[in-house]
């Protein structure tokens, strides 16, 4: 009976434990972030129901693709891989699978901004024909309810609430509320007062990131925080940058199977004005042809390939980018200029760059 007692009591105690430790993990962000808003945040049951079910390839019509497989941890929240995603039977998809960093923060979901709640754009790719299959919602919720090990992690995350679109989707986004990447050597000098953190070169960088560059007028750094995005979006040129495309890309099928895919075969060698018009399609505003919302930069070293169609490989190709001042476009943006940037300039920026 006492032995009994004993391990219940350090068992709460252990739980107890746990909960303070999220309880602290939350109330400290990272340094050169804002908080999270609490209602994304959630719960630690809420995260841990949410990171299981980002892993789980059951979640797809045919178990065979998970959100991970796409946004793979090791590789920045996206696939290093493929230019463009590959989708439910090796489908490509015609855009790049974004990094998931710090996406907690981001006002307008997708490259062309059309989603605006965390929470239910779990649904988009679930839904999606081309991504994880399903037919409808119903039928995979019924899964998941026939799954004990799922019934009482939702029952612990959401009391009272059972498996349901909105839990669902509520776990997910507490799971991608704690992918916050910052806490730099970029944040340490800027907002931890650090002024030995960044080499001299990587401060040249930022000098020239936030004037000659003109990058901080659309990645914004505020003075309590940064986020690098203005959470709008801009035609840069990119989408007519692609007539160098290759003819054929490789697309990693699973972890370690690379197959050549030739572009010709499904219609994507053609520049992407045809098949890609970016925000466009969802305002119908001319002047938002081929622009795609800004994206948040930190931990960009390791999330390549760039840009919403994955056409720049490195960091390099981007500066290259934006000193010939984009891709020739008669839409682009007026902040879009060639910078005159020297080879000394661009390696700057790139080493800032891979400092965040
Ligand atoms: C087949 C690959 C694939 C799978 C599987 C996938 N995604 Fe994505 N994800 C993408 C692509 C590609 C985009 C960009 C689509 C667009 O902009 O139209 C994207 C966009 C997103 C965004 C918006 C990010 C931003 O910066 O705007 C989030 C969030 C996201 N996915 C989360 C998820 C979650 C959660 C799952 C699982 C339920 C998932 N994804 C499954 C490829 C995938
Ligand atoms: C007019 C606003 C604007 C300016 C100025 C600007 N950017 Fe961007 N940046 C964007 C947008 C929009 C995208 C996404 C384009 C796309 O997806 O096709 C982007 C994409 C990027 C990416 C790719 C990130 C990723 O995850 O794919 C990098 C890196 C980048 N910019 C760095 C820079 C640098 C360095 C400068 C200055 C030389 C700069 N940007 C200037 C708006 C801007």
Redesign the pocket.
């Known amino acids: 009976m006492r032995a009994k007692t004993t391990r219940a009591l350090s068992f709460f105690a252990a739980l107890l434990t746990a909960v303070n430790l999220a309880a602290a993990r939350h109330a400290q962000h990272p340094l050169g972030l804002p908080a999270v808003p609490a209602s994304v945040a959630g719960s630690l049951a809420m995260q841990q129901l949410g990171e299981r079910?980002?892993f789980d390839r059951s979640?797809?019509a045919n178990g065979t693709?998970?959100?991970?497989?796409?946004?793979i941890p090791s590789q920045g929240f996206t696939?290093n891989q493929s230019a463009?995603?590959?989708?439910?039977e090796g489908r490509l998809?015609?855009?790049?699978?974004?990094?998931?960093y710090n996406?907690v923060f981001?006002r307008?979901?997708?490259?062309?901004?059309?989603?605006t709640d965390?929470a239910a754009?779990?649904?988009?790719?679930?839904l999606?024909r081309?991504?994880?299959g399903n037919a409808a919602i119903g039928p995979l919720l019924e899964r998941l309810r026939q799954d004990p090990v799922y019934g009482s992690s939702f029952d612990a995350a959401f009391p009272g609430e059972g498996i349901t679109m909105t839990t669902l989707g509520r776990a997910?986004?507490a799971y991608?509320a704690t992918l916050l990447r910052a806490d730099s050597r970029f944040d340490r000098a800027f907002f931890g007062g650090d002024k030995t953190a960044l080499t001299a070169q990587e401060q040249r960088g930022y000098d020239i990131f936030s004037s000659k560059g003109g990058c901080a007028s659309c990645h914004l750094i505020g003075s309590e925080s940064a986020l690098f995005t203005d959470q709008s979006w801009h035609n840069t040129g990119v989408a007519f940058a692609r007539k160098n495309a290759p003819a054929v890309v490789k697309v990693e099928l699973a972890p370690g199977v690379v197959q050549e895919v030739r572009l010709s075969a499904i219609g994507l060698d053609q520049t992407e004005t045809r098949n890609d018009v970016g925000r466009f399609e969802i305002t119908n505003d001319p002047a938002d042809r081929w622009a795609?919302?800004t994206?948040?930069l930190r931990g960009v070293k390791d999330t390549w390939p760039y840009m919403?169609n994955g056409s720049l490989k490195t960091l390099e190709e981007v500066v290259d980018f934006y000193d010939r001042g984009g891709g020739p476009n008669a839409a682009l943006d007026d902040k879009i200029k060639p910078l005159g940037l020297t080879a000394e300039e661009k390696a700057a920026l790139v080493a800032f760059l891979k400092a965040l």
């Not at 693709?65 to 946004?71: G, Y």
């Not at 307008?108 to 989603?115: K, P, Q, S, T």
Request: glycine share 6%.
């Open positions: 079910l980002f979640l797809s693709l998970s959100c991970a497989m796409c946004h696939s463009l995603s590959i989708g439910m998809l015609r855009r790049n699978a974004p990094s998931l996406v981001k307008f979901l997708f490259h062309d901004g059309r989603e965390l754009q779990v649904w988009g790719p679930l999606a081309d991504e994880m997910v986004a991608e795609y919302t994206p948040m919403h």
